[in-house]
């Protein structure tokens, strides 16, 4: 008896932190699609994918104060969600970006708006070059590897990037943790040492994934440049792992591509500043929706 109202106890309390949200987990032809679904089913369809260390989850508030308006779903993305492995165990950004094409043809979306974060925003412009048709508008945030649109090397940010993944102790960790905000919030020893046995469990494929993604890792600088959708870029100014200076050489080169940035921000800007991220991106998607009507 302990153990059931134990369970429905956990349950009561993950309908709760989701609201109005749904989970859930579906498998098609090989595929296993993990994903949280809210709004009504025939407004326009936001998705949201997360980036490396990421998951589902990390966009419950914003879909939260999009859903109401919207169509939301947001997805667990092999490799980059830790422990989650597609069935052929390939992860380069065109295999990721078929991966969500196959998600959306299951769940008979013809069209939507994407919004990525870090890598998350990488396979956003690659799913954008294959699938353009498919894409609404587009929102990448904190995205990496803007130095491409210079021809510049890029391939050691990887290699700095795995370095930082291999910590001695809870306080290295932290320090990665507390890296990504300009004001790191508060976090209990406990969940960071979950967190970091997490990522120590699954190491090994992570930087297999990390070098999947690095094969085609090369095609985003062409990929930004062919962006043939309504593309918004939001940033933090104070993003260690994203150069200021590419973004404001990149919007100089990209007019088409809207700049956003946010000041006192880091890497995660949806985590930092939530109402501002949910205004920029809501009047950005109405606003590309007004345009279209005009045409």
């Not at 059931?4 to 956990?10: H, P, W």
């Not at 043809?105 to 048709?133: D, E, F, P, W």
């Not at 976090?187 to 120590?200: A, C, D, Q, S, T």
Request: overall charge neutral; charged content about 20%; glycine content about 6%.
């Amino acid at each position: 008896m302990l153990r059931r109202d134990n369970a429905y106890v956990i349950k009561q309390k993950l309908a709760s932190y989701l609201g109005d949200l749904k989970s859930q987990q579906v498998s098609v032809d090989g595929d296993v699609f993990r994903f949280i679904e809210g709004g009504p089913l025939d407004a326009e369809c936001i998705v949201f994918l997360h980036g490396t260390l990421g998951n589902k989850s990390q966009w419950r508030g914003l879909m939260h104060l999009l859903c109401h308006r919207y169509r939301v779903i947001a997805l667990d993305i092999p490799g980059l969600a830790l422990g989650f492995k597609n069935e052929n165990d390939q992860y380069s950004l065109t295999d990721l970006a078929n991966y969500i094409n196959r998600f959306l043809k299951h769940k008979n979306i013809v069209t939507a708006s994407v919004v990525g974060h870090s890598m998350g925003a990488n396979v956003a412009c690659r799913y954008q070059a294959l699938y353009s048709k498919n894409i609404d508008s587009l929102v990448i945030s904190s995205l990496a590897g803007w130095e491409l649109l210079f021809d510049q090397i890029y391939w050691y940010k990887f290699s700095e990037f795995k370095q930082s993944l291999v910590f001695n102790s809870l306080s290295e960790f932290k320090q990665l943790v507390d890296s990504l905000f300009y004001h790191p919030p508060y976090m209990p020893n406990i969940l960071l040492e979950f967190r970091m046995k997490e990522v120590e469990k699954h190491r090994t494929q992570l930087f297999k994934v990390l070098d999947d993604i690095q094969k085609d890792f090369h095609l985003l600088g062409e990929d930004l440049q062919k962006l043939s959708c309504p593309t918004l870029a939001i940033n933090g100014e104070n993003d260690v792992l994203v150069s200021q200076g590419a973004v404001n050489r990149a919007s100089q080169l990209l007019p088409m591509v809207k700049m956003v940035n946010f000041a006192q921000c880091g890497h995660v800007p949806f985590l930092e500043y939530p109402k501002m991220t949910h205004s920029v991106i809501s009047e950005f998607i109405l606003s590309t929706r007004n345009l279209t009507e005009i045409v």
